[in-house]
Nanobody, 110 residues
């Protein structure tokens, strides 16, 4: 599976960004999908994902601010990020099964 992520950028604290990740294969049967992030000097952490039952789950630090969604027809995975904070600054990666996107930088200024 090849993944193409986009949508990162520089935003002020309190702002919003929407990340997109397009897969090279149909995703309608896949629930093993999610978004991760890695800040400088830190490990890569799970931000949001679909569970095996198809529901969504979030890291405590982003609950209520981030929303993961999908569009099966477009083979796309999204991460809507609202009320962004400087501590959200990181490279964000999408993952579908065992494949990773190339990462997209999100920088939140204070």
């Amino acid at each position: 599976v090849q993944l193409q992520a986009s949508g990162g950028g520089l935003v002020q604290a309190g702002g919003s960004l929407r990340l997109s990740c397009t897969a090279s294969v149909p995703i309608f049967l896949i629930n093993a999908m999610g978004w991760y992030r890695q800040a400088p000097g830190k490990q890569r952490d799970l931000v949001a994902h679909f569970t095996s039952s198809g529901s969504t789950a979030y890291a405590d630090s982003v609950k209520g601010r981030f929303t993961i969604s999908r569009d099966n027809a477009k083979k796309a995975l999204y991460l809507q990020m609202n009320r962004l904070k400087p501590e959200d600054t990181a490279v964000y990666y999408c993952r579908v099964m065992d494949s990773w996107g190339q990462g997209t930088q999100v920088t939140v200024s204070s």
